[in-house]
């Protein structure tokens, strides 16, 4: 996708699933903006995904040290551990968000406790309040229900707006039912979802990035996907290495997938 403003690149696709056997999936969207002299990650993953980052990364021709910018919608550990990777870059989470994550009970919920502990007193640190613009033409907003201080970030142009929406709406699903699979608040949920479709019905062409889905438009009153589903696993069933069993988990109706949105 191309902006005016800003080059859009999703790097890792977020994908719209949970682990039935092994706790969360924690597949989370990772996208790269570039324009205005700026390089920006929205969300920087899991553990798992820190390989695969840094090859996506290098393929566009950018290290780690390129990034000037990272935005995270909330401290959940899927979307937020790797900043120590861009920890040389201004590091963009809501102060309400940050203050609730150092407050939260250690091993009870998926932020990572000590890497929030240590963001907290970073240098190039940014506690973002509700409405500021953090990056020319971007702008946070607090969305509450999946965490009290997530943000969704919207970024403005001359054609379109793109709403980078996190866990706050985390898949086609939940944005179409206004109800959340993993919520602190369902009101505030079902509130913050509504926000998101002001922000999306804004405009004809605006697009929104979930945390864990593909990017998608609405138009009269129906949801189309945009790009193509890329998840797979592989597994080692036999007694040779050589030999795996791929499982493929992506719909085959996820390109064209549409759906009333009331």
Same mark, same amino acid.
């Given at each position: 996708?191309?902006d005016n403003?800003?080059d +859009?690149d /999703?790097? +890792?696709q977020g ?10 999936l ?12 700026r ?7 899991s553990?798992g995904?820190r390989r %695969?980052?840094?090859?996506? @990364?290098?393929?566009?021709g950018?290290a780690?040290? =390129?990034v000037? =910018?990272v935005?995270l919608?909330?401290s959940h550990?899927?979307h ?5 990777l861009?920890r040389?870059?201004?590091i ?10 150092l407050?939260?009970p ?6 990572p406790?000590l ?9 190039? /640190? ?8 953090? %990056?020319?033409?971007i ?12 943000l969704?970030?919207?970024m403005?142009?001359t054609g379109?707006?793109? +709403? ?6 985390k898949?086609r699903?939940e944005?179409?039912?206004?109800r959340a =699979?993993m919520?602190?608040?369902a009101a ?5 979802i509504?926000?998101?479709?002001r ?10 990035v979930?945390g864990?889905?593909?990017?998608m438009?609405q138009?009269d009153?129906r ?5 193509q ?8 069933y036999d007694?040779?290495l050589q030999r795996t069993?791929?499982?493929e988990?992506?719909h085959?109706?996820?390109?064209a997938? @549409?759906?009333?949105?009331?």
């Open positions: 996708m191309t403003a800003y +859009i /999703v790097v +890792i994908f719209p699933g949970k682990s039935v056997c092994h706790g969360g924690g597949w989370s969207s990772v996208v790269l903006l570039r324009g205005r002299d390089v920006v990650l929205v969300d920087t993953g553990f995904m %695969l980052l840094v090859e996506r @990364l290098a393929r566009r950018l780690p040290a =390129d000037t =910018d935005l919608t909330h550990h899927d937020s551990v790797n900043w120590t861009f040389h870059a201004r963009v989470i809501g102060a309400v968000e940050l203050a609730w994550s407050q939260a250690w091993g009870e919920t998926p932020v406790e890497y929030m502990r240590e963001l907290d007193r970073w240098p190039t /640190v940014r506690r973002a309040s509700d409405g500021e613009e953090v %990056l020319p033409g702008s946070a907003h607090v969305a509450p229900g999946h965490t009290p201080g997530c969704v970030f919207v403005r142009d379109r707006d793109v +709403i980078f929406t996190g866990d706050a709406a898949n699903a944005l179409l039912s206004r =699979d919520t602190d608040d505030a949920t079902r509130e913050t509504e926000m998101i479709w922000f999306w019905r804004r405009r004809a062409d605006n697009i929104v979930p864990h889905d593909l990017p438009t138009a009153g949801i189309r996907y945009l790009g589903r890329e998840a797979a696993i592989t597994a080692w007694d040779d069993t791929l499982f988990l992506a085959a109706r996820a390109a997938a @549409l759906a009333p949105a009331d």
